[in-house]
């Protein structure tokens, strides 16, 4: 188990580069600042996960009672909504300004990508990447509520 969580916790924070390097690099998505708000907050939220990945491993190793940064994860979990607000206020400027839509397109994506990580993470288990998850999943037929939800309400 330690090493799956060690896993989500490495690959979380191989993606933000590695989005980048294929997004602006490979597929040549123009910065613009749409798409500089949509990866920054997509990368803001694997960072995030992230750390809370690491910080379940700890509290697995000590056997604490729950991880340590609780009350920060509360506090991360009201200001990703101000994030997400004030993102899509420059995206949706960007969508009704720019004539390229590779100018705020993209951006929009990423955006919704960083919203529904932000829902995986505090509020519903949306990804199920293994073979236990999906047994539950099929077995009780409805979506649960994700581990940093369940240990932030303890």
Do not use: C
Request: glycine share 6%; no cysteine.
């Amino acid at each position: 188990m330690l090493a799956r969580l060690r896993s989500l916790a490495v690959l979380e924070l191989v993606n933000i580069p590695l989005f980048a390097l294929v997004l602006f690099g490979g597929l040549l998505m123009p910065i613009s600042p749409a798409n500089l708000v949509g990866i920054s907050l997509f990368a803001l939220l694997l960072v995030q996960g992230s750390a809370y990945w690491w910080l379940k491993i700890r509290q697995l190793r000590t056997r604490a009672p729950r991880p340590a940064g609780m009350p920060v994860f509360r506090v991360l979990q009201r200001g990703n909504v101000a994030l997400f607000l004030l993102g899509g206020a420059v995206i949706l400027w960007a969508l009704t300004t720019d004539a390229r839509w590779t100018q705020a397109w993209p951006g929009l994506g990423l955006w919704l990508f960083a919203v529904l990580e932000h829902v995986n993470y505090f509020h519903i288990q949306l990804s199920h990447q293994n073979r236990p998850d999906l047994e539950r999943l099929w077995r009780t037929r409805r979506l649960h509520r994700s581990h940093l939800s369940r240990d932030m309400a303890r």
